[in-house]
């Protein structure tokens, strides 16, 4: 899936290992275009996460290289922004103080641009009249909230994502995974996406990537946008194709899982 001018990021014979835990045993090789949206989909524990860490420089590979336009990648950098499913928020700063954070080295914007895009995003995520609140005054779902608006807000160009709505309701975990794939596309995001719930993962990618078990290895691709179209909708997931392909998706991880979901 590279472009003319090669992917944006590549896994090339990448290995890992955590002393006798061989958690990428197969030398892992994928190529992620620039502005995909790429869905890692498989049970838990079968080193999708560690694999998103070793793009965020938070880990290394045992064996091989992961470039970003062709550069081996490094320490963690504002390239790429990471939103885990676990909190991740400053106590000591106000919830607006916390997203305007990840603008604090966006050197290219003036102070007001950056209050108004901090704005932007929390509005986004429907946290605007907490502003001033800190995040112990605030729910859990909502400091989980308070990670995706600053990730985004700092403008990075390949956001990693780790279940980053698990903690979330119902209603508001749709209305992200919707507004989510409306920021990809107008913000022209490459998005490296963490799940093992199948309808998350088809709802939001162009590209799903199927791993089996650990040690981990790739055994199918699901080409969404083919089947789907780049367009996304809460009505789609009630309708034939969706069903289909879903049903396609959960045989298709069964079998990557010997049974286990």
């Given at each position: 899936m590279?472009?003319?001018?090669?992917p944006?990021?590549?896994?090339?014979?990448?290995?890992?290992?955590?002393?006798?835990?061989?958690?990428?045993?197969?030398?892992?090789?994928?190529?992620?275009a620039?502005?995909?949206?790429?869905?890692?989909?498989?049970?838990?524990?079968?080193?999708?996460?560690?694999?998103?860490?070793?793009?965020?420089?938070?880990?290394?590979?045992?064996?091989?290289?992961?470039?970003?336009?062709?550069?081996?990648?490094?320490?963690?950098?504002?390239?790429?922004?990471?939103?885990?499913?676990?909190?991740?928020?400053?106590?000591?700063?106000?919830?607006?103080?916390?997203?305007?954070?990840?603008?604090?080295?966006?050197?290219?914007?003036?102070?007001?641009?950056?209050?108004?895009?901090?704005?932007?995003?929390?509005?986004?995520?429907?946290?605007?009249?907490?502003?001033?609140?800190?995040?112990n005054?605030?729910s859990?779902?909502m400091?989980?909230?308070?990670?995706?608006?600053?990730?985004?807000?700092?403008?990075?160009?390949?956001?990693?994502m780790?279940?980053?709505?698990?903690?979330?309701?119902?209603?508001?975990?749709?209305?992200?995974?919707?507004?989510?794939?409306?920021?990809?596309?107008?913000?022209?995001?490459?998005?490296?996406?963490?799940t093992?719930?199948?309808?998350?993962?088809?709802?939001?990618?162009?590209?799903?990537?199927?791993?089996?078990?650990?040690?981990?290895?790739?055994?199918?691709?699901?080409?969404?946008?083919?089947?789907l179209?780049?367009?996304?909708?809460?009505?789609m997931?009630d309708?034939?194709?969706?069903?289909?392909?879903?049903?396609?998706?959960?045989?298709t991880?069964?079998?990557?899982?010997?049974?286990?979901?």
């Open positions: 590279s472009g003319a001018m090669g944006h990021l590549q896994f090339d014979h990448v290995t890992k290992r955590f002393g006798e835990v061989q958690v990428v045993e197969t030398p892992f090789d994928l190529a992620i620039r502005h995909e949206f790429v869905v890692f989909l498989g049970p838990s524990g079968c080193g999708k996460t560690t694999l998103m860490r070793m793009v965020g420089g938070l880990d290394l590979p045992t064996t091989g290289e992961i470039r970003l336009d062709g550069a081996p990648v490094g320490k963690p950098d504002h390239r790429r922004g990471m939103v885990f499913q676990s909190y991740s928020s400053f106590p000591w700063l106000t919830v607006a103080q916390n997203v305007a954070f990840g603008l604090r080295y966006r050197s290219d914007l003036t102070e007001q641009e950056k209050a108004v895009r901090a704005e932007r995003y929390l509005d986004l995520v429907g946290l605007y009249e907490f502003s001033d609140h800190y995040p005054q605030v859990g779902g400091r989980q909230r308070i990670a995706i608006a600053r990730t985004l807000a700092a403008g990075s160009d390949v956001l990693l780790d279940e980053p709505f698990g903690a979330l309701d119902a209603l508001r975990r749709e209305q992200l995974q919707t507004e989510l794939r409306r920021i990809q596309r107008r913000d022209a995001k490459t998005i490296v996406f963490v093992h719930d199948v309808e998350e993962a088809l709802f939001l990618a162009d590209r799903v990537v199927v791993f089996s078990k650990r040690p981990t290895r790739i055994v199918a691709e699901i080409d969404v946008k083919s089947r179209g780049e367009e996304r909708t809460l009505e997931r309708g034939e194709d969706f069903f289909a392909l879903r049903r396609e998706a959960i045989g991880v069964r079998a990557a899982a010997g049974g286990e979901l």
